[in-house]
């Protein structure tokens, strides 16, 4: 590759020539025109002290300019590395000030796009784990429904002469599981109408106690053997009912899954609670039981795919209140939310 010159030394040289053609030319009019040969080379010699002085001036001046070129080519250098450029730098020229200006934008254009950039790298690796604890979560909750489906639906295929009465229950069985495939479907619907902001509330007044009363009655019939007493008062709100009807039959099934013991929901004037006497959660956990997908290894708190909870804390969002835990491990838990 052919070796260029630095900008000093490209200076110096062309400077140079031009100085000793012109040295050489006027000494030889000097000593043609002057008659004194003494003063001819005193002219000569301070002719050439004049250029020495003149090419110094220059080298330095050049300097100075090749040393600001060399700042920006460093920066230029190390532009998707360099955090920011030392603004106290103050160039000789006019135009390479106004170079390190225009310099100093377009890094700042570039920190802001490779910021941007950062951060939806950022969420997009969020989004893709939390895809794939979905899936995860989809297999999880899918798998022992589908097996129990796919184990009675083999034998009742295979055992012709399997008496009624276990018929009976085996078909049961498959429907039950059937159900709760539905359920699993519908929660993860309307996550995705939640993650997609598809959701709008649909608001009308009604008594928030009367509900509670239908929700209970519907989830007896499911756990017949449970005790689930309701206290408080008729209260009338201003909510979305179906929403809210979500609210609480995730709550209550919850504190049904997770205790033995009967569940007391009260209603108050302000606030309604649902207290079990269950197997309660860690302080540690309180705050992460209501993310998307959470799953705690403490007494299997799975969460139903970890959407359950946040599906109540997004409902409630956007009724502008939001779920209180208080909870105990291992001797219960309350969840409450303003009305």
Do not use: C
Request: hydrophobic residues 40%; proline residues 1%; charged residues 25%.
């Amino acid at each position: 590759m052919l070796h260029r010159p630095h900008f000093k030394e490209y200076v110096l040289a062309r400077l140079i020539s031009m100085a000793a053609l012109i040295f050489i030319f006027s000494s030889v009019i000097f000593l043609l025109v002057i008659n004194d040969a003494t003063v001819a080379w005193s002219a000569i010699a301070l002719l050439g002290f004049s250029f020495s002085l003149f090419i110094f001036a220059i080298s330095k001046g050049a300097k100075r300019m090749q040393n600001e070129l060399i700042t920006i080519n460093t920066y230029l250098q190390d532009l998707e590395k360099i955090e920011t450029i030392d603004y106290q730098t103050h160039f000789f020229t006019k135009e390479f000030e106004e170079i390190k200006q225009n310099l100093i934008q377009v890094l700042k254009g570039a920190k802001k796009r490779e910021d941007l950039k950062q951060r939806y790298n950022a969420k997009l690796k969020l989004k893709n784990r939390q895809r794939a604890d979905m899936l995860s979560a989809i297999a999880h909750e899918f798998r022992n429904p589908i097996a129990s489906i796919m184990g009675y639906s083999q034998t009742l295929n295979e055992d012709k002469d399997i008496p009624v009465e276990l018929r009976e229950k085996f078909l049961a069985k498959i429907y039950n599981n059937g159900n709760k495939i539905e359920a699993l479907l519908s929660r993860l619907i309307l996550w995705n109408k939640f993650e997609s902001g598809e959701t709008t509330l649909h608001k009308s007044e009604f008594d928030i106690y009367t509900l509670t009363q239908e929700v209970i009655r519907s989830l007896e019939e499911k756990y017949k053997s449970r005790s689930i007493k309701l206290k408080g008062l008729s209260v009338n709100v201003t909510l979305d009912r179906t929403l809210m009807e979500i609210v609480l039959k995730n709550l209550i099934e919850n504190a049904l899954k997770y205790s033995k013991d009967e569940v007391s929901i009260v209603v108050h004037s302000d606030v309604l609670s649902i207290q079990d006497k269950g197997v309660g959660i860690r302080s540690q956990d309180i705050e992460k039981v209501t993310k998307k997908f959470y799953r705690s290894r403490t007494h299997n708190w799975d969460n139903s795919m970890g959407l359950g909870l946040s599906i109540v804390k997004t409902i409630l969002s956007l009724h502008g209140t939001k779920l209180e835990i208080e909870s105990q491990l291992d001797e219960g838990s309350i969840f409450s939310f303003k009305l």
